[in-house]
Structures are given as C-alpha cells and as structure tokens.
C-alpha cells in the first residue's frame, strides 16, 4: 500500500539557518509528489512538486526538494529559513489508482523558528 | 492559481444536529472534489471522493450515512456532517481538481472548517 513517512514530527531551527525535512515515501509505479505548507487553522499551500525530469525541483518561497528514487525520498530544503516559515509542512504521494488523483499524506512536520 | 473556497470557516453546533460544508471551485471545473479531515496534531485523513453527479466514494471506515456528500455541480461539492456529535468536531478540508487537466496534476485546496460540536 501507498504510504508517506515523515520522520520528524517537530524540528526548530534558528532564524537563518539551512532546513531539511525529510520525507520517504513507498509506492509502486513512478510517484508524483507534493509538499504543502499549512499555517495555523488554515488550508494547505503547495510549495512544490515532482512528476518528472529533473529531480531537484524548485518551490515558492525559496525551498527545493530532491527527488532521490533510490532511497524513496523526497526532502524538502532550503538554505536559509525566515521567520514566517514557522508552520507545518506535508509531505504527500499521488495514489492514482482507481483513476483518480487522491493526496495520501505523511503525518506532517511542525517548523519552529528561533529569533 | 485556481481557486477553491471553502464555507463556513468555523462552525459551532449543538450535539444532534446536522452541518453542512460548501466546497466551490471558482473559476475552474472539478469533476472531482475530494474530503479530507484533520485531527488536532494530525495529518489529513481523505474521507471521500465526490464525483459530479455519481455517488460519492467513501474510505474504508468512513460512515457513509453520517458523512453526506453531494456533488451537484461542477463547481459544488457539500459534506453534510449529520446528527453531529462532539467526536466529529475537527477540521474538514476540500480540494479540488481541474477536469480539464490529466490525473497527474495538483488538487486546489480550501482553506478549511473547523467544527466544533458543543
């Protein structure tokens, strides 16, 4: 079965600081990966995400993510975090089976950011 | 992007009775709407797949009489939280996706309900 593991549930970081969450997933044809940002009481925003080609893809608000098929992974990065990056972050595979396009997540991880 | 909304942000209800949530796609067509829901701390749970104009497809373990959906439109879907009772207070998300792009594209979220049931 299709799954998501994110095996950070809680990392802080300093204000500029570089930031990795990692993020592996088990699925048995090519996946198609996301990862979304979700503030407080809020819906989910797309950072960034994978379907094919190059497999260092580049997000919105500085971050990448690289696609690694031999370790079934998908870490978030980025060098520098601000502030306004405190949140949680989803890392999610596409089950496309039964054709439709259903997000299955990973448990999230919560970002805290150090003054 | 596109847009989805969501209504209403938060909701309080008494125990007992029946909510409904709208999930709209603004200014694209969704043939498909799914239903998530999210626990305090948790990650998103898909309760549903809602079709337009077919009957909704539920997960294992998912009380279809206890969670209606209705996709009435190409722009609507609603979940209907009936008899509600303090455990299904949490928070329920829509997404949706474009019915003219291919399978392996993105899902537009809403930005959520919080139900509370008092």
């Known amino acids: 079965a299709q799954s998501v593991t994110q095996p950070d549930i809680h990392i802080t970081v300093s204000e500029g600081a570089s930031l990795e969450l990692r993020c592996n997933y088990s699925y048995g044809a090519t996946p198609y990966l996301f990862w979304y940002v979700q503030s407080p009481g809020q819906g989910l925003q797309l950072l960034l995400k994978?379907?094919?080609?190059?497999?260092l893809v580049q997000g919105i608000k500085g971050f990448e993510a690289e696609f690694k098929r031999s370790q079934s992974s998908f870490n978030l990065r980025k060098p520098s975090v601000h502030w306004s990056d405190a949140a949680e972050y989803f890392c999610?595979?596409?089950?496309?089976?039964?054709?439709?396009?259903?997000?299955?997540f990973g448990a999230g991880t919560r970002l805290a950011v150090h003054p | 992007g596109a847009v989805v909304s969501q209504h209403p942000s938060r909701v309080i209800c008494k125990s007992g009775t029946s909510v409904k949530i709208e999930c709209r796609s603004l200014?694209?067509?969704?043939?498909?709407m799914f239903w998530y829901r999210q626990f305090p701390k948790k990650s998103l749970m898909l309760m549903a797949t809602?079709?337009?104009?077919?009957?909704?497809?539920?997960e294992q373990g998912v009380e279809k009489d206890k969670f209606l959906i209705n996709h009435a439109s190409l722009t609507l879907s609603t979940l209907t939280v009936t008899s509600a009772h303090p455990e299904d207070s949490s928070f329920y998300i829509c997404?949706?996706?474009?019915?003219?792009?291919?399978?392996?594209?993105?899902?537009?979220f809403g930005q959520g309900t919080r139900l509370t049931v008092v």
């Open positions: 999610a595979v596409a089950d496309l089976s039964g054709g439709y396009n259903k997000l299955i």
């Open positions: 994978y379907f094919s080609g190059d497999t």
């Open positions: 997404s949706a996706r474009d019915r003219l792009q291919h399978l392996d594209t993105e899902a537009f």
């Open positions: 809602s079709n337009e104009g077919s009957k909704a497809t539920y």
């Open positions: 200014d694209f067509q969704a043939t498909t």
